[in-house]
Each structure stands twice: as structure tokens, then as C-alpha cells.
């Protein structure tokens, strides 16, 4: 299954040293996570170009969902319905459900099951249909692979998932302040 990103995101303990561009990037994605409008127009024109050469038709687009069901609707409501406009593609925002809430991934540091006990498929929707996948941030990629598992199960085709971005790893290097 193709995994794409399309654009990098800088760790935070990293922007200190960071040109303007990487800058304005993380300030985007980091409003984007936050709900705010300025950066979800800019998520839906970003992702729209990116998916505008693909025949979208007969696929359903389905955002991961975030850890709660406030920050979900917030973060991808607008933006799915949004982007699968501007695509032709079908909106699968309604189809999947985030029940209670769970520790984000990124403070806990668990992946996997944690998912699938808040989140809820509609099994019935999703059956032999095309699905492409959107994330925000991919860092490890195991919270996607987790509902990527979610969706099969559920019967879903998922053919693609999409990044905004992926965190780059720099491990104390040089590299990083060329």
C-alpha cells in the first residue's frame, strides 16, 4: 500500500535554529492539529493539489481519527468535506465514529489496540469500498497502520494513505543546520 507525505514537520525542540519556510510549515501544520481555519484552507488546497491528477471517483476519504471526539471533529469536519469537494472523492467523515477519549500517541507513547477502543466503523459503509486515508503528522506510522488494520477488518479497500507531513529525524546530526 503506497504511504505518502508531503512535506516535512520539524520537531519543535529543533525551530530554534530553523530557516523561515520550515518555520511557516510547522506554524501551518500545528494550526491545522489546533482546528484553525487559516490552516485547514491551507491543509484542503494543499491536499487537493496533491490529489488533483488521481480519478477519485467511487472512493471514500476517511481522516485518522484524532484522540478524542472534540479534537476530531475540530481538526477534520470542515477539512474532509472540503477536500473531497474540491477531489470528487466521498466523504467518510460521518462513518466513523470517536467514542470516550484516548492518551495521544505522542505523550504516551503506546501504539496500536488503544485505537480501536474509540474509535467505531461503520462495517456496513465501508464494505468492498476504495478508501484513501489522511493524516496530519506521521511520525512512526503506527497509529495509521493500526487503522489502516481497523478498516480491513472493517472490509474496506484502503489503497493510499496521505501525510501533511512527516517528522523528520535528526538524531543530533549536522545535517540539520546546513
Excluded at 518555520?23 to 484553525?36: H, S, V
Excluded at 470516550?100 to 505522542?106: D, L, S, Y
Excluded at 474509535?119 to 503506527?142: A, E, M, N, P, W
Aim: net charge positive; proline share 1%.
Amino acid at each position: 500500500m503506497l504511504k505518502i507525505a508531503l512535506l516535512d514537520y520539524v520537531p519543535q525542540r529543533y525551530m530554534r535554529k530553523a530557516n523561515f519556510e520550515t518555520q511557516e510549515t510547522d506554524r501551518f501544520l500545528l494550526g491545522f492539529k489546533a482546528g484553525q481555519r487559516f490552516a485547514t484552507h491551507w491543509a484542503t488546497k494543499l491536499v487537493s493539489k496533491a490529489l488533483s491528477q488521481m480519478d477519485l471517483t467511487n472512493t471514500i476519504i476517511v481522516c485518522i481519527p484524532a484522540s478524542c471526539k472534540r479534537t476530531n471533529d475540530r481538526r477534520y469536519k470542515r477539512f474532509s468535506a472540503d477536500v473531497c469537494a474540491k477531489c470528487g472523492a466521498i466523504n467518510g467523515f460521518e462513518h466513523i465514529q470517536v467514542v470516550g477519549k484516548r492518551e495521544k500517541v505522542h505523550i504516551s507513547r503506546k501504539h496500536g489496540k488503544q485505537t480501536e477502543s474509540n474509535v467505531q466503523i461503520d462495517s456496513d459503509y465501508f464494505q468492498g469500498k476504495r478508501v484513501l486515508l489522511i493524516d496530519d503528522i506521521c511520525t512512526t506510522c503506527q497509529t495509521a497502520n493500526a487503522f489502516i488494520e481497523q478498516m480491513q477488518a472493517a472490509g474496506a479497500d484502503v489503497r493510499m494513505t496521505l501525510f501533511l507531513a512527516k517528522t523528520k529525524n535528526y538524531r543530533r546530526t549536522k545535517q540539520y543546520y546546513n
